[in-house]
């Protein structure tokens, strides 16, 4: 205040770009934009970069405190680590594969599927989960027309595998796996979304299980810079941790004279005569070139007020996850009971995780940093069928460790006590994962075409691209190309 006066808002030089978020698909649209030639500042809320490719240091150790790996079905995150420089860091997880838990018991997951949906339902590991009967309901698929399942717009998940596979595959098999990556009840997602290309696969291949296989034969040979992925691995790392992509694309950044300032809310954003003007705070940034790259819901309430269209396509938000990350010293578990984690299927007695990821036996770089004995276990909480009215209640950090102590005893066949407990963390992810409902590819569509009429405006992100860093990184590099950086078109 300056004699009874609001001091006013600073105003800043007005860059080229503006791109407000500075998670994993801010970072790339600013990169893309300077690599285009453009001045771009990038605002972040909070105080670090990267998003939900986050970090953490438990028991001395640096770890991923979100996303820790990337689906290989593309080559999008393997080709922007090497232009990073991090070719040589690219590694395959160790090929012991994972595990699921049944309400009737613990089997290894078959090393052969996406989203848990097998390429062939004679294998012996699939055969073991569904019996008999259901492999060969499962095998059905194989004479089915390949109209069932893709000829409506949209459709779910569920739908799809059991009108294709029958209700086994879905309940012991798809049901733990898309709960453990997208913590949600497969009858609730768009398969189009999570699943991008599968049903067209069907169209082509003549069958889901074959669109399966074309689509694992595919994933194989993007591993990374050691060659083709290991069999049965349908993801990939990065020596040091996935968050060491963002280290790199910040630096990246910095070389290029681009702007990162963290604590900067976008309060408001009007479209002006010339652009877009952007308000954080106490200062105005003015540019020619706007990118929106936060969640759904916040990106169309920044958004709604120029572009009131979008209002009726607010997505719902995703749901609440936590992460409880453990790191004991229990010489035990060095044997990997359970491979390299285990998903657990929905009504499961007695456990409340949804996964246990064994991190020290799924990435043989952090095994050597750990030492032997130590491991490092992390549990992941909360799906979006359990949010709301009947469902779990938010545990605080100390119920939930004790939770994560008994369901890794449950799940790894070891006892774990708080005593064995070196150092322990527990991340919160709020609407982290981007809820893909039925019909959520047309609502996408929709607010593209919206966003489209309105020059120099991209908007992009998990919520839009789908889940995962794979989709991520290749659709918010797809969409800032699609458009020359001056703003003179929007994407």
Known sequence: MRGGRPTPKATVAGPAAVVVGGGISGLIAARELALAGSAVTVLEASQAWGGCVGSHVVAGLYLDSGAESFATRSTAVADLARELGLADRIVAPHPGGAWVQLPD????????????I??????????RSLGLAGAIRASLDRWLPASVGTSSDVTSVSSLVRARMGKKVLERLVSPVVGGVHSADPALLDVDMVAPGLRAGIRAQGSLAAAVAAQRKAAKGSGGASGPAKAGSAVAGLRG????????LVADLRERGVKLLTGQHADDVVKAPEGWRVTAGNATYDAGRLVVALDGPAAVGLLEKSLPELSSL??????LVSLVTMVVDLPQLDGRPRGTGILVAPETPGIRAKALTHATAKWDWLADEAGPGTHVLRLSYGRREEAGGGGDVVLDDESLLAAALEDASTLLTVPISQADIVDWDVVRWAGALPFAAVGHKQRVAQVRQVCAAADGLSVVGGWLAGNGLAAVVADTRAQLKAAPADGSLAL
């Open 105 to 116: 018991g613990p089997q290894e997951l078959p090393k052969t599927g996406v989203l848990g």
């Open 118 to 127: 097998p390429a062939n339902p004679w294998d012996p590991e699939v055969r």
């Open 241 to 248: 941790g996935m968050n060491t992509l963002v280290d790199a």
């Open 314 to 319: 607010r997505p719902a938000p995703g749901p």
